[in-house]
Nanobody, 122 residues
Framework: QVRLVESGGGLVQRGGSLRLACSVS????????FGWFRQAPGKERGAALS????????YYDDSVKGRSTISRDNVKNMVYLQMDSLKPEDTAIYYC???????????????WGRGTQVTVSS
């Protein structure tokens, strides 16, 4: 059974940085594409913020492009999202998810973590 556990969230000031981590168990990273999603207060979970697949392809939504870096460690079975220059509008619960296929749509992801809260103060 595939299990994803996020960590690394917290309270940070505007302009600060966080590295979100997703621990993956029950699967090999190479068998999946991994995406990071977020759900802001009072809003629905949107499309992928960032994706990495086994071919090394990476994707970034415009909202985080240029200030985020996704990476994966196949030895540790971890997926990371480094987020810099954080803004108050980045405040949300951040989720890690796994899909057999590359997709930016949340509905195509089969496995989800419970999320980690990121709060950016102004």
């Amino acid at each position: 059974q595939v299990r994803l556990v996020e960590s690394g969230g917290g309270l940070v000031q505007r302009g600060g940085s966080l590295r979100l981590a997703c621990s993956v168990s029950g699967a090999r990273l190479d068998d999946f594409a991994f995406g990071w999603f977020r759900q802001a207060p009072g809003k629905e979970r949107g499309a992928a913020l960032s994706i990495t697949n086994s071919a090394g392809y990476t994707y970034y939504d415009d909202s985080v492009k240029g200030r985020s870096t996704i990476s994966r460690d196949n030895v540790k079975n971890m997926v990371y999202l480094q987020m810099d220059s954080l803004k108050p509008e980045d405040t949300a619960i951040y989720y890690c998810a796994a899909s057999r296929w590359y997709s930016i749509e949340a509905k195509n992801y089969d496995y989800w973590g419970r999320g980690t809260q990121v709060t950016v103060s102004s």
